[in-house]
């Protein structure tokens, strides 16, 4: 029954002030129309036994009514945008099969319930939803264009390895109702084959956590942000035969970023913009998420028209296959970053196998590795201000490519060799330590060999046999 069939007897002046018609149509669509006249709002409930709701016309005529039969969908529709409509879903107990959508007249949307679609899609384009109920749509993809803001954690999945490319998408931004004044922040869950944000998450209200996982995606599209922020852990998983991670924005988490792959070379990070990525003191890594057999981990720009910048303020960097170099087996031309910068407090470690930029590559931190490094930065500058340690690992720095000067403020390291490319390497700390015996410390690049400090002590020997010009100011002993 209608909503104009139950108002259907009362005075005149009551129906002109009739703006929503709700009506379920023979294929079990449920339509809920607004006509635009006047401020509205509608609180629709939906059970296996048919549907009930509660109206507030004009902001003062309150009225209700009910209709009996299987609700399999639901459309919610506005005539215009001359005033207000709001909308809330309050109860949907009733799988939705033939889908869910919101159209875009439709001002402020509220889902206070679960929704399960089935294989219905789910199309809120609304521009305001607030959310706090889980929404499953199974064999169909899921759409928000407009504003969404978390009313309480919440999971938005789909099904996975079915026929047709399944996704999630946010057009607009995502944030956390009440964050830092009562209930809230708020945590989000996405699973899908594809997952994309394009607006900012959290931007003005960090969300408690951020999890993703896409999986068994063939085409593998992946999965897109823009920027995300919470207060919590960010956690980006990829299946097996999923797509990339891309970043490409701001990033920033109090309780660390994590990216882990499934497949057999874990998960890539591809900068689609400059990107600036912020844990604090807490960790940041891209790794392979279940085995140890495969290093897997690794960051790239994505290497079409130029290269893209990254910056990462963290405790601790995991990168197990390498920074700026791509996958094995990968046909990406260009995988190297443009500048790449690591700020942080103390000591960072850097756990990674080698660092690959064309822009500079500047370590504010003193840096920790946790694996034999190398550090290639072609015509750009290598600066790590603070020194690098670690005196069970080498250190490589530049190759034969490499033109930009070398800065390094103070040096422990098990052995270190320098590339045969024409560049300046300058060693200025107060104390620079290889302690390899069995081989010497081999500066064989052909520009200058600057020498500052205390005390340079490398135990296996100096071989500087093609260096243009060397400066010493302080010790030197072998």
């Known amino acids: 029954m209608s909503l104009q069939e139950t108002l259907a007897h009362e005075p005149l002046e009551q129906r002109r002030l009739l703006a929503v018609d709700v009506a379920l149509d023979s294929s079990g669509v449920l339509t809920v129309n607004f006509d635009d006249a006047s401020h509205d709002l509608v609180d629709l409930q939906i ?9 507030i016309i004009n902001g003062t005529v309150n009225t209700s009514g009910s209709g009996v039969g299987t609700v399999a969908g639901l459309s919610v529709t506005d005539d215009g945008a001359s005033n207000t409509s709001e909308f809330t879903l309050s109860d949907a107990s009733q799988a939705l099969s033939e889908g869910l959508s919101i159209s875009s007249e439709i001002d402020i949307a509220t889902i206070s319930s679960t929704v399960s679609t089935v294989n219905g899609a789910v199309v809120i384009d609304s521009p305001v939803l607030f959310l706090s109920g889980n929404i499953n749509s199974g064999a169909a993809s899921q759409t928000y264009s407009g504003a969404v803001t978390l009313a309480d954690d919440v999971t938005l999945a789909t099904s996975t390895g079915v026929a047709g490319d399944l996704e999630i998408r946010f057009k607009g931004t995502v944030e956390s109702q009440n964050s830092g004044e009562g209930p809230g922040p708020y945590s989000l869950t996405l699973e899908s084959e594809a997952i994309y944000a394009e607006g900012d998450i959290g931007g003005l209200s960090p969300l408690e956590s951020f999890s993703a996982y896409s999986v ?17 852990l960010q956690s980006y998983k990829a299946g097996s035969s999923s797509g990339d991670v891309e970043f490409n924005g701001t990033y920033t988490a109090g309780g660390g970023i994590e990216l882990l792959g499934e497949g057999t070379f874990g998960v890539v990070l591809s900068l689609a913009g400059d990107t600036n990525i912020d844990v604090g003191t807490g960790a940041f890594s891209v790794q392979k998420g279940s085995s140890n057999t495969y290093p897997g981990g690794n960051i790239v720009s994505q290497g079409k028209s130029e290269s893209y910048d990254l910056t990462i303020t963290a405790g601790n960097i995991t990168v197990p296959a390498g920074v700026g170099v791509a996958s094995a087996g990968s046909s990406l031309s260009s995988p190297e970053l443009k500048d790449f910068t690591i700020n942080g407090i103390g000591t960072v470690g850097l756990n990674t ?4 930029t064309s822009g500079d590559f500047t370590a504010n931190p003193a840096i920790k590795i946790y694996q034999d490094t190398t550090l290639l930065s072609g015509d750009g500058e ?3 201000s603070s020194g690098v340690n670690n005196g069970s690992k080498s250190l490589t720095l530049g ?3 490499q033109t930009g000067s070398i800065f390094v403020g103070g040096l422990q390291v098990r052995h270190l060799e320098v590339g045969n490319g024409a560049f300046d390497v300058t060693l200025d700390g107060a104390m620079h330590l290889a302690t390899n015996l069995a081989e010497p410390t081999k500066f064989l690049n052909t520009g200058s060999l600057t020498l500052i400090g205390q005390g340079s002590s490398f135990f296996g020997g100096v071989e500087a046999l093609s260096v243009s010009q060397t400066n010493v100011a302080g010790c030197v002993s072998t």
């Open 216 to 232: 068994n995606d063939t085409a593998e599209r992946g999965q897109f942000y823009s920027s995300v922020h919470t207060d919590g």
């Open 382 to 384: 290598i600066n790590l």
């Open 47 to 55: 059970n296996s036994t048919g549907y009930s709701y509660d109206a």
């Open 353 to 356: 196998p080698e660092v690959i």
């Open 399 to 401: 190759d034969s490519a």
